[in-house]
């Protein structure tokens, strides 16, 4: 027995040494798969600084079956930038022979090499015998059409695809086709490919809507955007599915023709009542760009569809918004504008009496009663009474404690208003409810004039989430810390704080005949920057564009290098931009806020802008 145990290790012993040559193992020598590696890896390196004859003689040493396709790319790129085209067509056609999984992609270089020599008739007949191929065997096509794309030859994948296509009807590459049509800078059929593709299945729906989406955002020609409706259009008269109304919106939107997708909202909603989501959607997307008219129309007709439908109650608050946002575009000062929208919040308020959205809608009410109407008094009871129900959210709560303090801070009380906003940072104090409490408790006392106080919290607040919180706590600490350390006395700081609550109480003449006086009687002192950033910002307040303007290009001048110029440069560029229709010198302006000083807070609202303006293509 011991001897036969001892014959069968032998045996099992010449039976391993076979296997261990079989898979690579170096018996009794050292390893090749180091060196293999490094003469792979220095001809990498002498590929890269395109010494391609050394980087050929190291690929040359390595064996047969290392990396193999890897080796004959770099081996392809070598003969071609060397423009030894015989030694790339002798390895390609090598490959096509010995191995047939990667037959497409041998095939599209080799097409290549031919084209470089300029063998055009070498060229044609490739091309033809792969389409005859695909034509045997149509199941090829995506392989071939796929490679010679990726070799830059779209209109050969073009027409292997439809050879496919035409022995295999039941194929489907509308999506590879379309892409091609775009490569070739056929617009027309690309779109229309895009709308077969839905007509032929609707859940290519999304894809085709992310596709145009950025296939418009590029379009420079109006043609073909027009083309593309007229097309959609025709469908939907020929009675084409639902797919093709929800394509030709989503086109109008893209176009930002708010207007035209409302039309036709509303015809697709006539023919096959909807939930209004649609519609409700698109009054959102016209308060968002500005269309408050078009915003008030569309949520109009959501509310007149009736209680019955899910958006109703949103319509309803949608339209107080359009409507407070109307009138403050219009600069609608007269009390008879905004008692009206007061009367819409009460009626609003009263038809969703229970609901949650009744606390929020106070509070807007209370601040429109207060600064709109100057009604402080009953603004001031709309919100403790709001307060002391017990049917509203703790944030609304907070947020309404928070809108008491703003209206008790505008009628003089600061001390109350530091309480209210003290309460409501303490309920949020991690959250921005509570931060923006923190803010403006910090305020209010920089406004009575406890400066180092205010300075404290400001500090705190620099490590807010909130980057508009953040960044207006730096300025205002460093107003306070670069102004009491030159004025022991604080009268400056003290003039520019009134002026500044001033301003917040509405009476502008006053901040500004306090603002004039602070330049005479200071000429020379850190403050007088801030003192031009706020009398810009008043006489935009006032519509006094050219004035602001000046007192903006003002600071830009003489304070450069301080802290308040981007911030003088961004509000300067808006006011060219939006008032005073100056786009040569806005887009100036954004520019060197982005290069001059690229940390700002406002460089890259500025940057997106210049690209908007100068046509670039920016996705948000």
């Known amino acids: 027995m011991k001897g036969f145990l001892i014959t069968i290790f032998f045996v099992i012993q010449l039976l391993a040494i076979p296997a261990a040559y079989g898979q690579g193992v170096n018996i009794g020598g050292p390893a090749k798969a180091p060196q293999e590696n490094t003469d792979f890896e220095l001809a990498q390196e002498y590929y890269a600084n395109e010494e391609y004859e050394k980087a050929l003689n190291y690929l040359d040493k390595l064996p047969a079956n290392f ?37 497409a992609e041998y095939q599209a270089d080799l097409l290549m090499v031919y084209q470089k020599q300029q063998k055009q008739s070498k060229a044609d007949k490739l091309v033809d015998e792969v389409l005859q191929e695909v034509e045997e065997r149509p199941a090829m096509a995506y392989s071939y059409a796929n ?59 999304s894809t085709v809507k992310q596709l145009l989406g950025r296939a418009l955002r590029e379009e420079t020609s109006i043609e073909n955007s027009e083309y593309l409706k007229t097309v959609l259009i025709q469908k939907i008269q020929d009675g084409g599915a639902e797919t093709m109304n929800e394509l030709l919106i989503f086109v109008f939107i893209q176009e930002k023709n708010f207007s035209g997708a409302f039309l036709q909202l509303k015809a697709l909603d006539r023919r096959t009542p909807t939930t209004k989501a649609g519609i409700y959607n698109l009054g959102n997307v016209a308060l968002n760009n500005e269309e408050y008219s078009l915003a008030i129309r569309i949520f109009d007709y959501v509310i007149k569809a009736g209680d019955r439908y899910p958006f109703y109650e949103q319509a309803l608050i949608g339209k107080l918004k359009a409507q407070s946002l109307k009138l403050e575009e219009d600069g609608v000062t007269e009390i008879a504008g905004w008692k009206e929208l007061q009367k819409e919040y009460f009626k609003t308020i009263e038809t969703l009496k229970g609901l949650p959205d009744v606390g929020p809608l106070t509070i807007d009410m209370a601040h429109l009663t207060a600064f709109k109407l100057n009604e402080t008094d ?71 004039g406890d400066f180092l106080w205010a300075q404290g919290i400001f500090d705190a607040l620099k490590a ?22 030159l004025d022991t006395n604080m009268e400056a700081m003290e003039m520019y704080a009134k002026a500044d609550l001033m301003n917040y109480q509405g009476k502008r003449d006053s901040a500004l005949r306090l603002l004039d006086m602070m330049e005479i009687a200071f000429p020379g002192h850190g403050i007088q ?19 602001a303007a000046s007192a903006y290009q003002q600071l830009i001048d003489l304070y ?12 300067l560029a808006d006011l060219y931009l939006e008032k005073l229709n100056k786009r040569t010198e806005a887009m100036d302006l954004y520019q ?29």
Do not use: W
């Open 529 to 547: 920057d801030e003192v031009l950033f706020l009398k810009a910002q008043i006489l935009t307040d006032q519509k006094k564009y050219d004035e």
């Open 560 to 571: 450069t290098k301080d802290i308040l110029a981007d911030d003088a440069m961004y509000a």
């Open 464 to 485: 807010s989430t909130s980057k508009l919180i953040a960044n207006d706590a730096m300025r205002y600490s460093l107003l306070i810390n670069d102004n009491i350390a």
């Open 147 to 205: 490679a010679f794309q990726k070799k830059g030859y779209p209109q050969i994948a073009l027409a292997v695809y439809e050879a496919g296509e035409r022995q295999m009807p039941n194929a489907n590459y509308d999506y590879q086709k379309a892409l091609l049509y775009g490569e070739l800078g056929d617009i027309k059929k690309m779109y229309s490919m895009y709308v077969e593709m839905v007509e032929r299945t609707p859940n290519y729906l």
């Open 67 to 103: 990396r193999v396709n890897q080796v004959y790319e770099l081996k392809i790129g070598c003969y071609l930038e060397l423009l030894e085209y015989d030694k790339a067509e002798k390895l390609i056609k090598s490959e096509i022979k010995n191995s047939r999984n990667k037959k």
């Open 592 to 620: 060197k806020i982005f290069t001059d000083h690229p940390d700002s807070f406002f460089a890259p609202d500025a940057r997106k802008k210049y690209r908007e303006m100068r046509g670039d293509t920016v996705i948000n």
């Open 378 to 448: 009953t603004a001031a009871g709309m919100l403790r009474k709001l307060i002391s129900t017990g049917f509203i959210s703790k944030e609304d709560v907070a947020r309404a404690k928070i809108e008491l303090g703003d209206i008790l801070l505008y009628n003089g009380d600061r001390y109350e208003a530091i309480l209210l906003y003290g309460q409501a940072e303490k309920a949020f104090e991690q959250s921005p409810i509570g931060q923006e409490a923190k803010f403006k408790r910090a305020k209010a006392a920089y406004y009575v």
